[in-house]
């Protein structure tokens, strides 16, 4: 394996060859090209392009994990807001939807390669689990009704997904906020104490730069720049799911 300083500059390259190429057409030299790494130097760190994906996905979940961590000072509902907005993310952003369409395509490739697919799982776990957790923080604040954490993570991540691969499928950008606006009238006005209202799009993002001046999409994960997020930043999961994929 590779020294740190050397794998963050494959990973980030990667990324970007990602956005650029989608993962079909994706090739060491697309990476190598955007290191000051040539080719052969890119395969003494690593024996093949599967082996740089492999790495990839290790990389968005370190990275998520971190993630998770220096969000959990902030209030239940508001940890929630922000993995919604994580999955459900604007459309117009071309880098972050040319990042997912090419997690797409690797999600494609799971059933045919048991590398991709434990990945995926590890990715699939790390996004319940973080739900869950915020799920669980807000049964114990009084901010959330009593639930089933378990089953109600499954569903919302069902939901959720299942809108961003149609949004990115089918090309429907409004499907994206038609039903982040249906889980919150049909799934947490139900889940919400009555005095605790869903925040809309954006409204803790504003809080949290304003407050702490870090990027406030904070539950990115396996799918999401790696520059951004070690500047403060999927997402997808993503991802991670995205995906970390």
């Known amino acids: 394996m590779t020294d740190e300083s050397a794998r963050d500059e494959i990973m980030n390259a990667t990324y970007e060859a990602l956005c650029e190429h989608g993962y079909t057409e994706l090739?060491?030299?697309?990476?190598?090209?955007?290191?000051?790494?040539?080719?052969?130097?890119?395969?003494?760190?690593?024996?093949?392009?599967?082996?740089?994906?492999?790495?990839?996905?290790?990389?968005?979940?370190?990275?998520f994990d971190e993630r998770v961590e220096e969000s959990r000072d902030r209030p239940?509902?508001?940890?929630?807001?922000?993995?919604?907005?994580?999955?459900?993310?604007?459309?117009?952003?071309?880098?972050?939807?040319?990042?997912?369409?090419?997690?797409?395509?690797?999600?494609?490739?799971a059933p045919y390669n048991d590398r991709f697919q434990e990945q995926l799982r590890r990715s699939d776990d790390a996004l319940r689990s973080a739900l869950e957790e915020i799920l669980r923080a807000g049964l114990e604040s009084g901010d959330f009704h009593d639930h089933d954490p378990e089953a109600t993570a499954a569903l919302l991540i069902a939901a959720l997904d299942g809108?961003?691969?149609?949004?990115?499928?089918?090309?429907?950008?409004?499907?994206?906020?038609?039903?982040?606006?249906g889980i919150a009238t049909e799934i947490f006005d139900e889940l919400l104490a009555e005095d605790v209202e869903f925040p809309t799009r954006g409204a803790v993002s504003s809080a949290t730069n304003d407050d702490a001046g870090e990027d406030a999409n904070a539950e990115?994960?396996?799918d999401e720049r790696?520059?951004?997020?070690?500047?403060?930043?999927?997402?997808?999961?993503?991802?991670?799911?995205?995906?970390?994929?």
């Open 27 to 63: 090739t060491a030299q697309a990476i190598a090209d955007r290191t000051d790494k040539s080719k052969s130097l890119l395969f003494y760190h690593y024996d093949s392009k599967e082996d740089i994906v492999v790495s990839f996905f290790d990389f968005l979940l370190e990275h």
């Open 76 to 109: 239940p509902v508001e940890r929630l807001a922000l993995f919604v907005d994580w999955f459900l993310y604007d459309p117009a952003d071309d880098e972050r939807t040319s990042f997912h369409t090419a997690m797409l395509e690797l999600r494609a490739q």
């Open 220 to 222: 990115h994960t396996a």
């Open 226 to 245: 790696p520059s951004r997020m070690d500047a403060g930043t999927d997402t997808e999961t993503d991802a991670a799911g995205d995906d970390v994929e």
């Open 163 to 181: 809108a961003r691969i149609r949004q990115l499928t089918i090309g429907r950008d409004a499907y994206l906020e038609e039903v982040r606006s």
